[in-house]
Nanobody
Framework: QVQLVESGGGLVQAGGSLRLSCVGS????????MGWFRQAPGKEREFVSGISWSGASTLYGDSVKGRFSISRDNAKNTVNLQMNSLKPEDTAVYYCAARANIRVAVSSRAWDYWGQGTQVTVSS
């Protein structure tokens, strides 16, 4: 079993920044893509960003392009999400995800493992 643990969530004012981190442990599988999703109350889980195993390919949801940046450190089994210029509509629980494939996928159904989530709240 793969365990993913997120950290870095919290309360921030609009325009501020937060950095989320996710550490993977447990059973390893070959060259996983990593990603972040979010879910606000009453809404479906939404793709935020993903990064391929090598880090050469990244993908962002339209609502976060130009504001968020994803990175990974395979030696530390870590993926990070730098969130800048935060807006109240970014408020959600953010989930780290891993998939047994080197490529990123937008659909949440394509991801194999999930963290417990970390709350991000942006006040206006």
């Amino acid at each position: 079993q793969v365990q993913l643990v997120e950290s870095g969530g919290g309360l921030v004012q609009a325009g501020g920044s937060l950095r989320l981190s996710c550490v993977g442990s447990g059973r390893t599988f070959s060259r996983p893509a990593m990603g972040w999703f979010r879910q606000a109350p009453g809404k479906e889980r939404e793709f935020v960003s993903g990064i391929s195993w090598s880090g050469a390919s990244t993908l962002y949801g339209d609502s976060v392009k130009g504001r968020f940046s994803i990175s990974r450190d395979n030696a530390k089994n870590t993926v990070n999400l730098q969130m800048n210029s935060l807006k109240p509509e970014d408020t959600a629980v953010y989930y780290c995800a891993a998939r047994a494939n080197i490529r990123v996928a937008v659909s949440s159904r394509a991801w194999d493992y999930w963290g417990q989530g970390t709350q991000v709240t942006v006040s206006s």
